[in-house]
């Protein structure tokens, strides 16, 4: 799949493809934002019980600002995306290298319809951008997810889908609000600014407080992240008003 910068529908795939990098820029002094949010489509995942175990996170990060520091965090979401439980969070890490999160005695029960899904938690410094800027590369297996019930690929594992395991972090662009991973894009977590679950008049206010002001990369109420808080920002909330949101951590 295409990678195109963190923004919607990136995916947990079942293949790898061509490398690919996207980046995120946190904003000064926040704490536990998501970075990035990789989810399993609809169907990918088909039992209720995960069981217990160790599940493993490899992220290639291959650019990390000085004053960036970043987290893993597992997360199962109903169909719809809407956080069920999160399952773990990683202690932070920092720099550039290959990064491995580990996890031990992880277990999670719940829909056979949930999905899995990975974060990337950052907490930026009070820098310029580039001091709170990652770039993490994707759709390779430097950048994938074990889990209990996950078998190496390409062993196809019988309890997991129709195909074989998990190998990747990966990018896959959605166009249409038909689209069932529209729900997991950054774009609709961007979208809560208040960060609180849910989409309501405290967004709207939290971008009416900064209207029509220039602010700095990765602003919250940025919501269409263009350096400018104005009328595409508050149209970006306006469709989701009354519904829950997937949560920012």
């Known amino acids: 799949m295409p990678g195109g910068g963190g923004t919607i529908g990136d995916k947990l795939l079942q293949t790898t493809s061509a490398p690919a990098g996207i980046s995120a820029t946190i904003a000064r002094q926040a704490s536990d934002v998501v970075a990035f949010a990789f989810t399993t489509d609809p169907g990918q995942i088909?039992?209720?019980d995960w069981g217990t175990g160790a599940y493993t996170v490899e992220l290639n990060v291959t650019a990390a600002g000085g004053q960036l520091g970043y987290k893993a965090q597992l997360v199962r979401v109903n169909s719809a995306c809407s956080t069920v439980a999160t399952l773990a969070t990683s202690a932070s890490q920092s720099g550039v290298a290959l990064k491995t999160f580990s996890?031990?005695?992880?277990?999670?029960?719940g829909s056979a319809s949930d999905r899995l899904q990975v974060r990337i938690l950052a907490t930026g410094g009070n820098g310029g951008d580039s001091a709170r800027t990652m770039t993490i590369q994707v759709n390779t297996t430097d950048s994938e997810i074990r889990a209990p019930w996950i078998t190496p690929s390409p062993t196809p594992t019988g309890g997991f889908g129709p195909a074989s395991a998990i190998t990747s972090l990966a990018v896959a662009g959605v166009s249409t609000g038909t689209d069932p991973?529209?729900?997991?894009d950054m774009t609709s977590m961007r979208s809560d600014v208040t960060g609180d679950g849910y989409w309501n008049s405290?967004?709207?206010?939290?971008?009416?407080?900064?209207?029509g002001k220039a602010?700095?990369?990765g602003t919250r109420a940025d919501v269409h992240p263009d350096g400018f808080v104005d009328i595409s920002d508050l149209a970006m909330i306006a469709g989701r008003i009354g519904s829950p949101s997937t949560p920012s951590s």
């Open 103 to 109: 996890f031990a005695n992880v277990s999670s029960t």
């Open 202 to 211: 405290a967004d709207v206010a939290a971008v009416l407080g900064l209207f």
């Open 215 to 217: 602010v700095e990369t």
């Open 181 to 184: 991973m529209l729900q997991c």
């Open 46 to 48: 088909t039992f209720s």
